[in-house]
Antibody
Framework: QVQLQESGPGLVKPSQTLSLTCTVS??????????WNWIRQPAGKGLEWIGL???????NYNPSLRSRVIISLDTSKNQFSLRLSSVTAADTAIYYC??????WGQGTLVTVSS | QTVVTQEPSLTVSPGGTVTLTCASS?????????PNWFQQKPGQVPRALIY???KKHSWTPARFSGSLLGGKAALTLSGVQPEDEAEYYC?????????FGGGTKLTVL
């Protein structure tokens, strides 16, 4: 049973870069039949798709975040990562990683504050 | 950028039937939008229910079904149970990106 777990700093200062990692267990991130997503949810609000990465390394991003987002893959560690630059308070949210759109990790809260 | 619209809230009686819909600002939703549906209860991780319009995951209760209806994606709950009270999100693929709807809060009363 594949499981995903997000990790990274829970507090990021405004204008800095948010960096999160998703560790995949119980399955290989190199499997060609899946893609790997990042999704976020501000407190009390809806879900927002951030972007995805295919095993090939190609990526698709939310157009509204594209200029600030990089998603990468580390097959040797069975992980994929999110970098979101120039963060503001509006980026405060629970960040989820997911394989396709199921299963999801438990989510990690990232707060942007000085 | 595509905007995906859902009913903000719906109320249904236990045992009843309710249909949630998901519209795209780009026009009629087709199978090519690969509609997905998720259920989220307070404090929990969203749970996938439906993918590719009508396909169910192994854990999806039989009372949930997905379809295309009147140019929208639809999620129908038949024989609603109290535990179905939750927020429901649809997800569409449009213009090379995935877009979530704003969610429908379903109350079972």
């Amino acid at each position: 049973q594949v499981q995903l777990q997000e990790s990274g700093p829970g507090l990021v200062k405004p204008s800095q870069t948010l960096s999160l990692t998703c560790t995949v267990s119980g399955g290989s991130i190199s499997s060609d039949i899946y893609y790997w997503n990042w999704i976020r949810q501000p407190a009390g609000k809806g879900l927002e798709w951030i972007g995805l990465i295919y095993t090939s390394g190609s990526t698709n991003y939310n157009p509204s975040l594209r200029s600030r987002v990089i998603i990468s893959l580390d097959t040797s560690k069975n992980q994929f990562s999110l970098r979101l630059s120039s963060v503001t308070a509006a980026d405060t949210a629970i960040y989820y990683c997911a394989r396709d759109f199921s299963p999801w990790g438990q989510g990690t809260l990232v707060t942007v504050s000085s | 950028q595509t905007v995906v619209t859902q009913e903000p809230s719906l109320t249904v009686s236990p045992g009843g039937t309710v249909t949630l819909t998901c519209a795209s600002s780009t026009g009629a939703v087709t199978s090519g939008y690969y509609p997905n549906w998720f259920q989220q209860k307070p404090g929990q991780v969203p749970r996938a229910l439906i993918y590719s319009t009508s396909k169910k995951h192994s854990w999806t209760p039989a009372r949930f079904s997905g379809s295309l209806l009147g140019g929208k994606a639809a999620l129908t709950l038949s024989g609603v149970q109290p535990e179905d009270e939750a927020e429901y999100y649809c997800l569409l693929y449009s213009g090379g990106a995935w877009v979530f709807g704003g969610g429908t809060k379903l109350t079972v009363l």
